[in-house]
């Protein structure tokens, strides 16, 4: 006597070749076995349909019509993603000292991306005596502050770069600060000289000449060697 499993979902051979739905295959279609199957192993195309059930422990399959990944759907929406790529905050200004005779001072100051402004008029122009104007010299940077005192100095220069907006058809600006709350001696501010100096490497930086008030024999470049930095406030 014949005898069927239902122990197991998998429906057994002799009963596709007879032509037998088991009882606990309600609901899912069948294929027409009217056709004779031979009695080799059943293609498997057509055993699509007496697959395992899932298991409730397993990963939900995908679904229909969400096929976009993840990654995408968890992205940021594009106003966040160009503000933090924009709006990078502002960055602070390299300072060195080139050398200090004693009675003066040149002081290096160094933004990235800053180029020197060309031009015939330009290369002969090289030193501007305005502290309160040395955007002049620039091609693609700005003052927006500059405050030198006798015993401070304070700017923030803008830098326009070369890399595109994310909105719009300009070029991203950079913001950069500079501050010394106290120098290790005082200057004359109105013996300020920019010259603005563009190596071979195309990194362009001013060069900021100052004349010395007081305390010639402290050394500028030994102060900034031994402490890294010129502002006394930060030791």
Not at 122 to 131: Q, R
Not at 137 to 158: A, I, P, Q
Request: with cysteine; aromatic share 6%.
């Amino acid at each position: 006597m014949e005898t069927h499993s239902h122990d197991h979902y998998y429906r057994q051979e002799d009963e596709i070749l007879q032509e037998k739905i088991l009882a606990r295959d309600q609901g899912i279609v069948e294929i027409d076995y009217n056709e004779k199957v031979s009695p080799k192993r059943v293609p498997a195309e057509n055993q699509r349909f007496a697959q395992p059930l899932p298991s409730p422990l397993s990963s939900p399959s995908k679904q229909p019509g969400n096929s976009m990944p993840s990654s995408a759907r968890k992205s940021p929406s594009r106003g966040s993603s160009s503000s933090s790529e924009e709006n990078i905050g502002t960055r602070a200004v390299t300072v060195s000292v080139l050398r200090d005779t004693g009675s003066k001072v040149e002081i290096v100051l160094k933004a990235h991306g800053l180029k020197k402004k060309k031009g015939l008029l330009n290369s002969f122009v090289t030193v501007f005596k305005k502290p309160n104007q040395p955007s002049r010299l620039l091609s693609n940077g700005k003052f927006t502050e500059f405050t030198l005192k006798e015993n401070s100095l304070r700017f923030s220069l803008d830098v326009v770069t070369d890399k595109k907006k994310k909105k719009g058809n300009g070029n991203r600006v950079d913001t950069f600060v500079c501050e010394v709350k106290r120098f290790p001696t005082e200057v004359n501010p109105d013996s300020a000289e920019f010259e603005v100096l563009e190596p071979a490497s195309g990194e362009a930086f001013i060069l900021l000449t100052l004349i010395k008030l007081g305390n010639l024999s402290v050394n500028w470049k030994e102060f900034l060697d031994q402490n890294g930095t010129i502002d006394v406030t930060c030791i």
